[in-house]
C-alpha cells in the first residue's frame, strides 16, 4: 500500500465573509503544486455558506460534480430545469457535458450549509449534461460503507461518469470496517468527516484525509464515533 497523507489543517483555507472554504486540492485563489489532484479526482472543496448568500449562475463543462450537503440546505437550479434543494442525508450528481449553467445558494434565512463539493475528470468528454439526487440512509448502514455513486446504473446509487466510486459511513468507536477496491487499479481518497480512526498505523481526525493505492483492500480501526467518506477513483 502506498498512501499519501493530507491533514486538515494543512488545506487551502479562503475566508470570503459570506463563504468559508477550505480546499483539500488546488482550487481558486488557493495553489499547491503538490496537492492538484489524486489520481483523477480534482477537487474537494469544505464550504460553508452564510444565509440567504451563495453562488450565482456559472457554468461548468466536462467534470462529474458531486455535491454532499453536511448541515443545513442547499438550494440548487440549472438550466436543464432542475430546481429543488438537498439537504443532509442527500447526494448531488451533475455531468457537466458539454455544458451546463446552474446556481447553489443557502436555502435558509437564518442558518449557515455546510457543504462538500467534489470533481472528478470525466471518463467520456462531450456528453449530454445530466442532473441526479438521491437520499441514503447510514442508520440502516451503520458501522459499514454504503455506496452513493457508482459507474453501475441502478435504483440504489447515482451514475458517475467515470470508474469511481463515492462510499459513506457511520462508525462507532472501537469499531473496524474494511473497504475493497470495487474496479481494479483504482485508488481511494479516504476523508475523516468526523471522528477518529487509524488506516495502516497513520491516525486520521476531523477533516483529516490519505489517499491509498498499489492496494486491493483498506482497513479502518475506530477509536471515536466517526463518518467517514471514501472516493475510490481511477489513478490515471
Do not use: C
Request: hydrophobic letters at 40%.
Amino acid at each position: 500500500m502506498k498512501k499519501i497523507i493530507h491533514r486538515a489543517a494543512d488545506r487551502g483555507i479562503q475566508d470570503h465573509g459570506w463563504l468559508k472554504a477550505a480546499h483539500s486540492f488546488s482550487f481558486a485563489n488557493y495553489h499547491d503544486p503538490a496537492k492538484v489532484h489524486f489520481g483523477l479526482l480534482r477537487v474537494l472543496n469544505d464550504d460553508i455558506v452564510a444565509p440567504g448568500m451563495g453562488f450565482g449562475t456559472h457554468g461548468h463543462d466536462n467534470m462529474e460534480i458531486v455535491t454532499i450537503p453536511l448541515k443545513g440546505t442547499l438550494a440548487h437550479k440549472d438550466s436543464l430545469g432542475s430546481v429543488g434543494n438537498i439537504e443532509y442525508g442527500e447526494v448531488q450528481i451533475m455531468s457537466a457535458g458539454k455544458g451546463i449553467q446552474h446556481s447553489e445558494y443557502n436555502g435558509s434565512s437564518s442558518e449557515a450549509v455546510n457543504l462538500l463539493q467534489i470533481w472528478v475528470f470525466p471518463k467520456e468528454r462531450n456528453i449530454e449534461p445530466r442532473y441526479d439526487q438521491i437520499h441514503y440512509d447510514l442508520v440502516a448502514a451503520n458501522n459499514s460503507f454504503l455506496t452513493v455513486v457508482s459507474p453501475i446504473k441502478s435504483e440504489k446509487t447515482m451514475w458517475i461518469n467515470q470508474d469511481a466510486f463515492f462510499s459513506l459511513g457511520t462508525f462507532d468507536a472501537d469499531s473496524k470496517a474494511s473497504y475493497k477496491i470495487q474496479h481494479p487499479g483504482n485508488g481511494a481518497y479516504v476523508f475523516f468527516i468526523e471522528g477518529q480512526g487509524v488506516l495502516d498505523d497513520t491516525v486520521l481526525a476531523n477533516r483529516d484525509a490519505v489517499g491509498v493505492y498499489d492496494t486491493e483492500e483498506l482497513e479502518i480501526d475506530f477509536k471515536k464515533n466517526s463518518k467517514v467518506l471514501i472516493i475510490e477513483i481511477p489513478m490515471q
